[in-house]
């Protein structure tokens, strides 16, 4: 695939058809949009988790439409190549059309992202069809769901009896006929993801679904060891760069504190002249 163009729902079902996988990061603002697209990402997510990551919540459930509005649009700044997908927050999309439809355009016309991504299968099939039906790209989101974290009762492996596992590709294929371009799955067991992925046409995306999907998402923060001592089982952290911020900040610190810093390199002085104006050339006069 040309890395050198703008990524598309077209482009993504190709990578599927070639076998191309297709790697997913999570961005919250414009530097680590930048970054993560500089780096090869095919698609930036402004996930809903920024409620965890940046906003410090215990989960995504009180972030709101503003907020995805306000990430979104720093995001879209940095986005040159990378398709930008927007989570639709808790309750946006679960009464009438036209909140969703209403939600869907802030996310589009002011944020400018290129697509949205809701979380669940049969219920909001509804509003995967007026979505698509008014030329709202969209990604659908199976396994656990962050959303509906207080009905889980915690964080679980989804699909994990054969009844469940049905209904969940069932959920699939009417997401899929409803018009969604792509699907996240998450916390999956591998099996169970890649017989979704098999199933349809449109590509998958796993985090914590085993390694039979079309592609993959991390958290920007997790797979960089920023911010966070729990690792989860499903992330890979690549490096461990919040261990190095924090260091860095202490020496800065230390320096501010046993008068190291500013030294004389980092001072400005007046010119001769203004000095002996001011002074009489005696800044201790």
């Not at 610190?253 to 390199?265: G, L, M, S, T």
């Amino acid at each position: 695939m040309n890395t050198t163009k703008p990524v598309t729902t077209a482009s993504l079902k190709r990578m599927k058809r070639d076998k191309a996988k297709i790697a997913m990061v999570t961005a919250y603002d414009y530097p680590s949009a930048k970054l993560a697209e500089e780096a090869g990402a095919d698609l930036l997510l402004v996930g809903d988790s920024l409620g965890n990551v940046v906003l410090g919540y215990d989960s995504t459930i009180p972030v709101t439409l503003d907020d995805m509005v306000h990430h979104t649009k720093a995001v879209t700044r940095a986005a040159q190549r990378s398709l930008v997908v927007t989570d639709m927050p808790f309750l946006t999309y679960h009464g009438t059309i036209d909140r969703t439809l209403s939600g869907a355009a802030r996310i589009m016309q002011e944020g400018l992202a290129k697509a949205v991504k809701l979380e669940g299968g049969a219920e909001i099939l509804p509003a995967v069809t007026a979505l698509t039906g008014a030329g709202v790209p969209v990604m659908g989101h199976l396994g656990f769901t962050p959303q509906s974290v207080h009905q889980f009762g915690g964080y679980f492996i989804q699909g994990k009896t054969s009844n469940k596992a049905q209904a969940m590709i069932e959920d699939a294929k009417r997401l899929e006929e409803a018009g969604a371009f792509a699907l996240v799955l998450e916390l999956v067991p591998e099996e169970l993801a890649s017989r979704i992925t098999e199933q349809l046409d449109i590509p998958t995306i796993g985090i914590g679904a085993g390694r039979g999907c079309d592609g993959q998402v991390l958290v920007f923060h997790d797979l960089l060891g920023y911010g966070f001592d729990h690792p989860k089982k499903f992330v890979k952290t690549y490096t461990a760069i919040g261990e190095q911020i924090q260091q860095a900040i202490g020496n800065y610190v230390d320096d501010v504190k046993n008068q190291k810093f500013p030294a004389e390199e980092h001072a400005f002085h007046l010119d001769e002249d203004v000095l002996h104006h001011l002074y009489g050339g005696n800044l201790d006069t």
